[in-house]
């Protein structure tokens, strides 16, 4: 069994992994195809992906019973005591320099009340 995901792709390239894998969604492609045509697939992905991002996951005889690769993802599989797992990273998120915490913003889209109960005033 083989996934493909695809978010922000050429149309091009969902029209290419069609002749081998089925659309169940839009961007998910799924199948079984061979190791070989899955390689051949997975190089054509990361070759004409774009500016888009690309995950795959396949059937393999390992612990887990599969394996992933990521395209331009900021998650990333690494290998840890023989698992893989999805490292995230932690949002960077700016430092205060004076030892205060920096005032919270309020986000765009919520109410005023919502933003009155939250931060206070009127």
């Not at 695809?6 to 002749?19: M, Y």
Request: charged share 20%; hydrophobic share 35%.
């Amino acid at each position: 069994m083989t996934v493909i995901v695809l978010t922000n792709c050429p149309v091009g390239l969902r029209g290419f992994l069609t002749r081998w894998l089925l659309e169940i969604s839009p961007g998910v492609f799924l199948g079984a195809p061979s190791t070989r045509i899955r390689e051949l697939l997975w190089a054509e992905v990361r070759e004409y992906a774009g500016q888009g991002r690309a995950l795959l996951a396949y059937q393999t005889d390992n612990e887990q019973g599969y394996a992933f690769e990521t395209h331009d993802h900021t998650w990333h599989p690494t290998d840890h005591e023989g698992l893989t797992l999805i490292h995230r990273p932690s949002p960077h998120a700016p430092r205060p320099q004076s030892g205060k915490a920096p005032a919270e913003v309020p986000r765009q889209g919520w109410s005023k009340a919502s933003k009155r109960r939250r931060f206070g005033g009127r």
